[in-house]
């Protein structure tokens, strides 16, 4: 069984990175053929290696993991930062084509931090027979909520996350907790096909008031900007009532939604009460229930999540 995600909040500024001048020489790979290569050769030198996978428009979230993956395998260890916008994990009407890219900056970004090696395929590498007709499917943790409200994301999640750990044989991935299904999916997923992968969960990194980093934070409006505050403020919020008594979990939704209704650009795409460990839905809410919410600022869709 998968235990819970433990994680906390802190807010960075990428000015406080230091830049890495000892690990400056780093290499590009956009081939899948030159990436098995290096793989293999990091194989037989006993190499630890680290994987962060990503879509690039990199922020401080995305820093932290690679400082994290760095702490894990050390300095002689190998970094490995992929940057893909992978197409199979999104649906025929979300935002595929506008996701936010912008490769020279994450490459300066990952050069300062100490990134061994940038993996950045085209489709034509990763897909070179067109549309993927083989997927890897985990069938229990991906039902529910973003399971529910995207149902052929987490096939694409669980696929390319394979196809990575084939290709670069990572011995740790870090993961952000932001995505916290993800992370329990993955995590099944590594358990039940054997990869000898060790799965590092970083804490979820905010902004000052509270709203989770995100590439997608880009297409938020100035109004729209201040009114993503309200995930954070539903997740304070849940937690209080939480501390003071045990609630159901359809009251509490409704104090949230209650919430929600405060603030006009927002639309609640679900909020759901969980076990951290099972993601079986909670009847009843308790300190130690885990809170995701999917919200609509706009057009933008934000995630987030909290243990209670």
Known sequence: MLGPLSITNQ???????????????MRIVRSVKG?????????????????????????????SLVQRARREIGPKGKLVVSIY???????PKEDFSRYPRDLKRDLALCRRAGVS?????????????????????????????????RPTHFRGVTTIVAKLFNLVSPDIAVFGAKDYQQVAVVRRMVGDLNF????????????????????????LSGTERKQ???????????????????????SLKIEALR?????????????????????????????GTQMA?????GGTRLIDNALL
């Open 11 to 25: 807010h960075i500024s990428i000015a406080r990175f230091p830049a890495l001048p000892h690990f400056s020489r």
């Open 35 to 63: 990436m098995q290569q290096l793989a293999a050769r990091w194989k037989r030198a006993g190499t630890q290696v680290g994987l962060v996978p990503t879509m690039g428009y990199l922020h401080d979230g995305h820093l």
């Open 85 to 91: 916008v992978n197409p199979t994990q999104f649906g």
């Open 117 to 149: 090696v940038v993996f950045a395929p085209t489709d034509a590498q990763m897909y070179p027979l067109g549309a993927a007709s083989t997927f890897v499917v985990e069938e229990q943790l991906s039902r529910g909520m973003e399971g529910v409200s």
């Open 196 to 219: 000898p992968v060790k799965i590092v969960v970083a804490p979820t990194f905010r902004e000052p008031d509270g709203l989770a980093m995100s590439s997608r934070n880009k297409f």
């Open 228 to 250: 993503a505050t309200v995930l954070s403020e539903i997740i304070k919020r849940s937690r209080l009532l939480v501390s003071r008594k045990p609630w159901r979990a359809h």
């Open 259 to 287: 919430l929600l209704g405060w603030y006009p650009a927002a639309r609640c795409d679900y909020i759901e009460f969980f076990d951290p460990a099972t993601l079986k839905p909670a009847k009843r809410v308790t300190r």
């Open 293 to 297: 919410l999917a919200v609509f600022i």
